[in-house]
């Protein structure tokens, strides 16, 4: 037997599985995704794909809804369109979020009034949402507006009456009596067992108990067909981890994939804590050969 031929042959193999162990070690780096993704819990909410809270990944979310969801205590919030809101409910399944605005349903009283704008090419309201409209500091009773649709009547420190009109179509352009105008969405199925304006006798808080209600808002995308497919094999959903560019992922435990796991378990099979990868620990390796007397260090990443 030729030993030099023997002890090259012997350099390549173990030069190749070195190789081999480099490139594969950095796979089981994705099983740690798989947790970070995980379906985040907040005051009763959970929160998921194509949204995240502010301390997970970007790669959780989708980048067109970076809404900067923050946990405090048992509050989610979200800051959209310079807004800060209360987020009450979350329904990844029907596209679904119910929204209050923070400060305005606290306290209508504000220092300054910013109208209620959304990014109409991300999001959109439902039918279950009603126009209603603040008018703050007014002088006198807003002309051009019908007595038929008789508003709350409310007042804040330092200034005239206001208005709040609910449900009521406005004409326009919108008299202007008064200092701030505000339009506010709320929810058609929420403003039900309400005293009416005539009978209320603490309207300011009456008029906060329904802002405080919220609204509904569908966000456009449609994340939830190809989330709900990585879901049900066992995955986690998440967009644009490293080297997949600009496309949805799929976190599984075993790694990252561009639509399912493979072998697509059932949610029933896949445990809630995973079992660690089965991987060489980092670090160098040393071996050397004792016929041909060649010595490699490995290098374990």
């Given at each position: 037997?030729?030993?030099t031929?023997?002890c ?5 193999l173990?030069?190749?599985i070195s190789?081999?162990i480099?490139f594969?070690?950095?796979?089981a780096?994705?099983?740690p995704?798989?947790q970070?993704c ?9 929160v998921?794909y194509?949204f ?8 959780c979310?989708h980048p067109?809804?970076e809404l900067e969801l923050?946990c405090d ?15 009450i409910h979350?329904n990844?399944s ?19 009034y ?6 109409l090419?991300?999001f959109?309201y439902t039918?279950?949402?009603?126009n209603?409209?603040?008018f703050?500091?007014?002088d006198?009773w807003?002309?051009h507006i ?5 508003p ?11 208005y709040f009109?609910l449900g009521?179509?406005?004409p326009?352009p919108?008299?202007d009596?008064c200092?701030s105008?505000?339009h506010?969405?709320i929810?058609k199925?929420e403003?039900l ?9 603490n ?5 906060s108990?329904?802002l405080n209600?919220?609204?509904e808002?569908?966000?456009?995308l449609?994340t939830?067909?190809q989330?709900?497919?990585c879901n049900k094999s ?13 496309k949805?992922?799929?976190?599984c435990p075993?790694g990252?994939y561009l639509?399912?796991?493979?072998g697509s378990p059932?949610?029933?099979?896949v ?7 089965r991987?060489?620990?980092?670090g160098?390796?040393?071996y050397s050969?004792?016929?041909c007397g060649f010595q ?5 990443q």
């Amino acid at each position: 037997m030729d030993l030099t031929i023997s002890c090259s042959s012997l350099s390549l193999l173990f030069f190749l599985i070195s190789i081999q162990i480099h490139f594969l070690a950095p796979a089981a780096s994705a099983f740690p995704l798989f947790q970070e993704c995980a379906p985040s819990n907040c005051g009763g909410q959970e929160v998921s794909y194509p949204f995240r809270l502010d301390k997970q990944p970007t790669y959780c979310g989708h980048p067109d809804y970076e809404l900067e969801l923050h946990c405090d205590g048992d509050s989610l919030t979200l800051f959209m369109e310079s807004l800060k809101y209360r987020v009450i409910h979350m329904n990844t399944s029907t596209q679904i979020l119910v929204v209050a605005r923070l400060h305005l349903s606290e306290d209508i009283c504000l220092e300054t009034y910013n109208e209620t704008t959304l990014d109409l090419d991300l999001f959109d309201y439902t039918s279950n949402d009603l126009n209603s409209t603040l008018f703050f500091d007014c002088d006198s009773w807003p002309i051009h507006i019908p007595r038929t649709s008789p508003p709350y009547r409310f007042s804040c420190p330092e200034s005239q009456d206001g208005y709040f009109f609910l449900g009521v179509d406005l004409p326009k352009p919108l008299p202007d009596p008064c200092s701030s105008i505000v339009h506010v969405p709320i929810s058609k199925s929420e403003t039900l067992g309400f005293p009416p304006p005539w009978m209320d006798g603490n309207k300011s808080a009456t008029i906060s108990e329904i802002l405080n209600k919220g609204f509904e808002i569908t966000w456009i995308l449609n994340t939830s067909s190809q989330c709900e497919s990585c879901n049900k094999s066992g995955g986690r959903c998440g967009y644009g981890y490293g080297w997949t560019g600009e496309k949805f992922n799929c976190f599984c435990p075993d790694g990252v994939y561009l639509t399912t796991c493979l072998g697509s378990p059932t949610p029933a099979n896949v445990p809630s804590t995973p079992p660690a990868p089965r991987i060489i620990p980092p670090g160098m390796y040393a071996y050397s050969h004792p016929i041909c007397g060649f010595q490699m260090a490995i290098v374990v990443q």
